[in-house]
């Protein structure tokens, strides 16, 4: 019988802005499944026919850096472009720097 490899992910919740670590995974996916989607945005902004996401992921591979974040754009000139991010803070710091990328180039 084959082995089953334990994940070694870490999972986090968004509570009250703040990265809260959970104990594993089917702890964060009940937060994932009952939380409304908008409490896990952080920022949707639409730019011409470009609309750029950013939302809270809450999962962190071992060895990477975290990217409980992530910021994507849909449609556009950068369609699909995605970047990660640690934090709340710089989550929303890329997330208003691709929207003002996205004004300016209009």
Excluded at 57 to 73: A, D, S, Y
Aim: glycine share 6%.
């Amino acid at each position: 019988m084959p082995t089953v490899r334990k994940s070694s992910a870490r999972y986090f919740v968004l509570e009250a802005k703040q990265v809260i670590p959970t104990p594993g995974p089917r702890a964060w996916a009940q937060w994932m499944k009952f939380l409304p989607v908008a409490e896990r945005m952080v920022g949707v902004d639409e730019v011409g026919d470009a609309t750029v996401v950013t939302c809270f992921v809450g999962i962190k591979i071992p060895n990477q850096e975290p990217r409980l974040f992530v910021t994507t754009v849909y449609g556009g000139a950068e369609d699909q472009l995605t970047q990660c991010s640690p934090d709340l803070e710089s989550a929303t710091r890329k997330h208003k720097e691709i929207v003002a990328r996205l004004r300016a180039a209009k």
